[in-house]
């Protein structure tokens, strides 16, 4: 049985939880506060489920999902996710975030920024394109004709073909977009950010992405 870490527990990361407890994962949930305070989502979730420390979280999940503000990424403990694999659910909000310069520029990506925090680990990007509500209600079986898909983008193969199995286990078809710096073609105001796609779709999507400078 795989744990999943979660080093955030707001909208995605609480459907996140959701999801993998429904389909046999056990879960390692952190926030910005005390343990104490996801005491109610623990209950919902049930016995796979526990709250701990985000060092606890990133210590014990096999896999670890960070899913907090862009601007607090510096605070993800780096020695603990060495060698594993981590979720970036990131997008980019300057009001929220504050400006950063080199994503303002297009330099880089937010995936790219958290993998540069986390020198040892495998980052993949995944579910920032995804409204939370729909992660526990768009999930089909394997097969299912029109089923939603999801991008992903990374550097490592193997990290992503652990990602690609957990999406299918949650109920959707996987579109890799390529290594970290692809990351942008989903990112806001992308073709395929929000909205519900099909796996060709969502490749449509990606090819006919563009850049801000560029819009």
Same mark, same amino acid.
């Given at each position: $049985? ?159 073909? $652990?990602?690609?199995? $957990? ?49």
């Amino acid at each position: $049985m795989t744990t999943i870490g979660l080093i955030g527990a707001g909208r995605i990361g609480s459907q996140v939880a959701r999801l993998a407890v429904a389909h046999g994962y056990s879960v390692v949930i952190s926030n910005s506060r005390d343990p104490e305070t996801l005491a109610a989502l623990v209950k919902e979730l049930g016995p796979r489920a526990r709250a701990a420390t985000p060092i606890e979280a990133a210590q014990d999940g096999e896999i670890v999902v960070v899913t907090i503000p862009l601007k607090n990424i510096s605070s993800v403990p780096v020695e603990p996710l060495a060698g594993k694999v981590v979720i970036d659910t990131n997008n980019y909000y300057p009001q929220r975030d504050g400006q950063i310069p080199e994503l303002d520029d297009e330099s880089t990506t937010t995936s790219e920024l958290l993998q540069a925090h986390l020198p040892k680990s495998k980052v993949v990007k995944a579910f920032n394109h995804i409204y939370a509500a729909e992660l526990t209600t768009h999930g089909q079986p394997a097969g299912t004709p029109n089923r939603r898909a999801l991008v992903i983008a990374g550097d490592d193969p193997s990290a992503k073909a $652990m990602v690609t199995e $957990m999406l299918d286990a949650f109920g959707f078809d996987t579109v890799d977009a390529g290594p970290l710096k692809e990351g942008w073609r989903i990112q806001r105001d992308t073709p395929g950010y929000g909205q519900r796609r099909n796996a060709a779709e969502l490749r449509r999507d990606l090819a006919a992405a563009k850049r801000y400078r560029d819009l």
